[in-house]
């Protein structure tokens, strides 16, 4: 049996190929795989555990592919002209050797003349303008360059845009350039948002970005959005034969366009002009990361054409990120909603690139100690692009220094004990329910549809009562009932749905030993280990005799010994007490320091008096698969996920997340990918839907 959960960071970097084959599947071959609802659901998974471990991030995170694939929802519109990306410079060096290879390539001697146009590269979002015989006909996001998503409804409501160009203009012409969010517009959303308990934005550009690609029109045109052109796709007649040319034509149209392009009429120049933007980037009222520089003349434009998905006539030379130094005053640590501890630099205010910064992330206790910060240093920070500075270093001072930094190891929030699992870089807060950071999110998981199922009872509804003190843990929930005059008198309840809870809440007195696990939110015990579990033990009482009988042998090893070393020793130890397959020793470990908190052994004794926990319930049909190991992939037509599971474990078949070696059936539905591919590749039977039904049926008859 192989249910060791997944790690974090082998998760994140599957979802990472995963959605990059998908996307390719969807672009370049227009045949997707799997539904949108599928594809969108890798992308909120891959969400969820950077927002866990947001160390993890990797570079190729789906999520900074912002509109890679054209989200669900939006329609697909192909581009006349591809959009490019442009080559990148940093250094002049890379200016110089540019404009050298434009004139090698057009064979044009050092000394003739090349104009070329510089302007600020926004940190926007691209888009494409279509219009025909005048009239705005649609609006596409850049997509994969070829294909992007229609937001014609969501730029109708963008002001810059004209609807119109004015008599005269081409029957057809696409306008492209930047969709774009202020800094001022940028902070008051976020200020606005935040009071309405909504989601705030890491910055402008992808505040920009979420605002645009919204698929309620109404919140798109409450949001500020701007636009900026600086170049164009298709057009059936050119209105001048240089760039700054047509900007100005596209200017008198009524299309924004930037104030600061220059028409430099040497590379000196264009330098110049690029110091010029540099200095004046933190006065510009919009993000920008660069200069870009364009050949002027479009005959020469149309002789350099492009090289694989950059035009050979344009260059971003990029900022630096903008550095500042300032004092560290304090490190405060904050406990996630999932208990990890994240320490944050509080510094004394200083302006990087026109926004004043206070904190600053240090990200974990490693980070610290690598980067010798402490507190009293006067340190270095970095903002590049992004908001959310970052701390690179102390800067060398004189007179003495603090002390080194002493990471907690109790959860500020809680008291409780915050330990580090070995090769994990996070530590965690161990106080689950009791510790306040983390309680509204483990009751929620608690009254989860997989674990106790309290319908009628969600986040806001939880949320709600533990602000006002009602439930703090699984036990008050069921004992809500001594509140119901105050609950019946609230804005937003009435008898009838008080009762309505109420009868939910004590339809649950009685559960199954497999869900009770689960629902307890032990680290590293999801359903299949909990599952687990419960079959090998049968009964909630057996397991407690085991986890009693392996604390004392972890107690025992551990005395004197405190270091991580000492825990993967101990763990090991521990899997072979619990010698369950599938129970590996992080799990064990996992069980044994969640039950060596007081207070988790307390809330389950209390959660113990409200509930009867019921023994594992053994299969009761036995059939073709019972023992055998299934696995789901691909969307099933007549029933959902969750009763294609149950079904199968009422046969007496188990049923895995992914297919090893060891599973016995894949039932695949359309759209099955990876892993019915893998099935194939390891000589699984693999059935349809259909199939699966009939052995259903036939072991039910
Ligand atoms: S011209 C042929 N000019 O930067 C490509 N692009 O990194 C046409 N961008 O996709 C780009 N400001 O969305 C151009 N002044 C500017 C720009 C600009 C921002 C964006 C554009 C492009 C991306 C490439």
Redesign the pocket.
């Known amino acids: 049996m192989s249910v060791a959960a997944e790690d974090p960071a082998t998760e994140l970097a599957r979802l990472a190929a995963e959605v990059a084959e998908h996307a390719e599947r969807y672009h370049r071959d227009d045949a997707p795989t799997i539904s949108d609802t599928e594809y969108d659901a890798l992308i909120r998974r891959n969400a969820e555990l950077e927002a866990a471990h947001p160390e993890l991030t990797r570079a190729d995170s789906p999520a900074g592919a912002v509109g890679a694939a054209p989200a669900a929802g939006f329609g697909k519109i192909t581009h006349a002209r591809p ?4 080559d990148n410079a940093f250094a002049d060096g890379e200016v110089v050797d540019f404009v050298q290879r434009v004139r090698r390539f057009l064979r044009l001697a050092e000394d003739a003349p090349l104009a070329l146009t510089a ?4 940190d ?1 979002l ?1 888009l494409s303008l279509r219009y025909e015989d005048g009239a705005l006909v649609t609006a596409a996001t ?1 997509g994969n360059g070829a294909v992007g998503e229609d937001v014609t409804a969501n730029v109708a409501t963008v002001g810059d845009v004209p609807r119109r160009l004015p008599p005269g203009a081409p029957t057809v012409v696409e306008v ?1 350039g ?1 969709v774009y969010m202020a800094k001022a517009d940028f902070l008051a959303l976020n200020a606005a948002q935040a009071a309405a308990g909504g989601r705030t934005f890491a910055n402008p550009r992808n505040a920009a970005a979420g605002s645009l690609r919204q698929l309620d029109v109404a919140i798109t045109a409450e949001r500020p959005l701007r636009f900026l052109a ?2 164009w796709g298709e057009m059936s007649a050119l209105p001048a034969d240089t760039q700054a040319g047509v900007m100005a034509i596209f200017a008198n149209w009524g299309f924004p366009v ?1 104030d600061r392009l220059t028409l430099c009429a040497t590379l000196d120049e264009a330098l110049a002009a690029y110091r010029g933007i540099e200095t004046d980037r933190a006065r510009l009222p919009f993000d920008i990361d660069g200069v ?1 520089y ?1 050949v002027d003349r479009l005959d020469l434009q149309a002789r350099l054409g492009q090289v694989a998905r ?2 050979r006539w ?1 260059l ?1 030379h990029k900022f630096p990120a903008e550095r500042a130094t300032t004092r560290l005053l304090a490190i405060d640590i904050q406990v996630g909603r999932t208990g990890q501890l994240t320490p944050v630099a509080r510094l004394e205010p200083v302006g990087v690139g026109g926004v004043i910064v206070i904190n600053a992330t240090l990200h974990n206790e490693d980070e610290i100690a690598r980067k010798d910060v402490r507190v009293g240093d006067t340190v270095e920070l970095q903002r590049a692009g992004d908001v959310i500075p970052q701390i690179l270093g102390a800067v060398a001072g004189e007179g003495p220094r603090g002390e080194p930094f002493a990471f907690p190891t109790v959860c500020p929030a809680c008291g409780s004990h915050a330990v580090r699992e070995a090769g994990e870089v996070a530590r965690r807060c161990t106080g689950g329910l009791i510790c306040p950071a983390q309680r509204v999110e483990r009751l929620r998981h608690f009254v989860g549809r997989r674990a106790f199922d309290i319908e009628g009872l969600g986040a806001e509804r939880i949320e709600l009562f533990v602000a006002e003190g009602l439930i703090a843990t699984p036990g008050d929930m069921f004992r809500l009932a001594a509140h119901r005059d105050a609950l019946v008198a609230r804005k937003g309840f009435d008898a009838v749905s008080v009762d309505k809870l109420l009868a939910a809440i004590d339809a649950r007195r009685s559960i199954g030993v497999d869900r009770f696990l689960f629902a307890l939110g032990i680290r590293h015990v999801g359903e299949v280990v909990a599952r687990d579990l419960a079959r090998a033990f049968g009964t909630y009482d057996a397991f407690a005799e085991q986890v009693a009988a392996a604390r004392a042998i972890a107690f025992e090893r551990a005395l004197g010994e405190g270091d991580d070393k000492a825990r993967v020793r101990r763990a090991a130890t521990l899997a072979g007490v619990f010698a369950i397959g599938g129970v590996g020793p992080e799990i064990a470990s996992a069980i044994v320091d969640f039950f060596a908190e007081a207070h988790n052994v307390d809330l389950v004794a209390d959660l113990r008096r409200e509930v009867a926990v019921a023994p594992f319930a053994v299969a009761t049909l036995t059939s073709a698969v019972t023992g055998k190991t299934v696995v789901f992939t691909g969307s099933l037509e007549s029933m959902s996920r969750d009763e294609a599971r149950a079904q199968a474990e009422r046969l007496g078949a188990r049923v895995a997340a992914s297919v090893s070696a060891k599973t016995n059936i894949v039932v695949a539905g359309p759209g099955a990918g990876s892993k019915a591919a893998k099935a194939a590749a390891l000589g699984i039977e693999v059935i349809d839907e259909a199939a699966w039904l009939a052995l259903v049926a036939a072991a039910g008859s």
């Open positions: 959009m490019l990306s442009l302007e600020p590269k926004i926007g691209s850049r492209r930047e600086h170049g930037s870009v364009k950059s035009p344009a971003a």
